[in-house]
Structures are given as structure tokens and as C-alpha cells.
């Protein structure tokens, strides 16, 4: 059985840089195929593809955000973590992870998402 | 990037109604075309992908439909747990985007 859960602060400022984890099972990324992506939903709005990262470190950003992400991951723990600098309030957000198969590029299995904050 | 376009924005319904939601791209994406259903507080949940392929689980009264820039999802007969937010998402390319949504109310 495949879950997900993010973790991560709450609450940031404008201009600090966001750290998001996301800690995975029942699946590796070790293992041919598999992905993990970030997807944010700001409050009463729509989804935003993010970032995703493939077992083979392949990593895909959106064009728009591109310069502002990093995602990781560490294959020992079952982890990938999003990193996102200068955070706006317009990033106010939850911000989910979710897994995805090389080649479908659909999203089957997510995490409960996060709600981040930007405030001072 | 492309874009996704969903219509209506919102749809009234009552239950046992047929549904159609529509999406088009900005720019042909062949077959390429996801379904997601989003209920108030919880994660998306994948329903449909390559068009009309149902993922495991997903009862047979949704369907989908359509090639190149305009698809459709249907529900057949609206049950009262399909009240929620629909949206598209375009899984063509490497770089995925998601309509704007469609709320099914209940009219």
C-alpha cells in the first residue's frame, strides 16, 4: 500500500525559503519508473503542478516557478524534499506530494497535503 | 506551458442527473487527458487517465471522452457521492497543468 505525508513549517515569512518533506512508503524510488511530484492548491482554488522528481534523479520543474525550486530526494529514508526560495504571500498554500509512474504522468496515490502560510 | 480550460465553473445538479464537464487545450495533446475528483478537505483523487481508461476502483458511471484539444467527462447517473470538484489535468508532456475546476452542487 503506497502513502504519502508532508511535513514541513506551518507558517513562513516573505522572502524566508520554504523546506518541505515529503516521507513515503510502499514504494522505492530506487526502483525503475517511480516518481514523486509537489502539486499546491492555494485556498478555493485550483491545483499547480510543481515539481517531480524520478528514481533516476531525472527532475522536471514548471516553467513558470522553475527558478524559485529544488527538489531532492533521499532514497535511504523515503524522502523528497522541496526546497522553494523567496516565499510571497501568493505562495500561500496546501502543498501536496504525490506519486507518479515514469511515462504516466498522471498522479494516483497523494499525501493529505500541507497548509503553508505566508505571512509576517 | 499549455493551458486548460474547464467549463461551466460551477454545475447544479440533482441525483440520477447525466453530467458533462469539458475541458479544452490550448494546444492538441493527443489522448492525454486526466480526470480528478477533489472533495472539501481531502487530497485529489485520480479517476480517469489516457482519456476514457478508468483507474481501479472508479465506478463505471464515469466515463471520458474526446481527442486532441476537447474532452469530456461524464457522469452517467449522479450519485450523491459525486458531489465535489472536478478537474483536468493535461499528462502529455513533462510539464503538467491542471484545469481551474468544476464544482458539482446540488441543485
Known amino acids: 500500500q503506497i502513502t504519502l505525508k508532508e511535513s514541513g513549517p506551518a507558517l513562513v515569512k516573505p522572502t524566508q525559503t520554504l523546506t518541505l518533506t515529503c516521507t513515503f512508503s510502499?514504494?522505492?524510488?530506487?526502483?525503475?519508473?517511480?516518481?514523486v511530484a509537489w502539486i499546491r492548491q492555494p485556498p478555493g482554488k485550483a491545483l499547480e503542478w510543481l515539481a517531480l522528481?524520478?528514481?533516476?534523479?531525472?527532475?522536471r520543474y514548471s516553467p513558470s516557478l522553475k527558478s524559485r525550486f529544488t527538489i531532492t530526494k533521499d532514497t535511504s529514508k523515503n524522502q523528497v524534499v522541496l526546497t522553494m526560495t523567496n516565499m510571497d504571500p501568493v505562495d500561500t498554500a496546501t502543498y501536496y506530494c504525490?506519486?507518479?509512474?515514469?511515462?504516466?504522468?498522471?498522479?494516483?496515490?497523494w499525501g493529505q497535503g500541507t497548509l503553508v502560510t505566508v505571512s509576517s | 506551458d499549455i493551458q486548460m480550460t474547464q467549463s461551466p465553473s460551477t454545475l447544479s445538479a440533482s441525483v440520477g442527473d447525466r453530467v458533462t464537464i469539458t475541458c479544452r487545450a490550448s494546444?492538441?495533446?493527443?489522448?492525454?487527458m486526466a480526470w480528478y475528483q477533489q472533495k472539501p478537505g481531502q487530497a485529489p483523487k485520480l479517476l480517469i487517465y489516457?482519456?476514457?481508461s478508468l483507474e481501479s476502483g472508479v465506478p463505471s458511471r464515469f466515463s471520458g471522452s474526446g481527442s486532441g484539444t476537447e474532452f469530456t467527462l461524464t457522469i452517467s447517473s449522479l450519485q450523491p457521492d459525486d458531489f465535489a470538484t472536478y478537474y483536468c489535468?493535461?499528462?502529455?508532456?513533462?510539464?503538467?497543468?491542471f484545469g481551474q475546476g468544476t464544482k458539482v452542487e446540488i441543485k
Open positions: 522528481i524520478y528514481w533516476n534523479d531525472n527532475k
Open positions: 510502499g514504494f522505492s524510488l530506487s526502483t525503475a519508473g517511480m516518481g
Open positions: 494546444q492538441s495533446i493527443s489522448s492525454w
Open positions: 489535468q493535461n499528462h502529455e508532456s513533462q510539464s503538467w497543468t
Open positions: 489516457k482519456t476514457s
Open positions: 504525490a506519486h507518479g509512474d515514469y511515462g504516466s504522468g498522471t498522479f494516483d496515490y
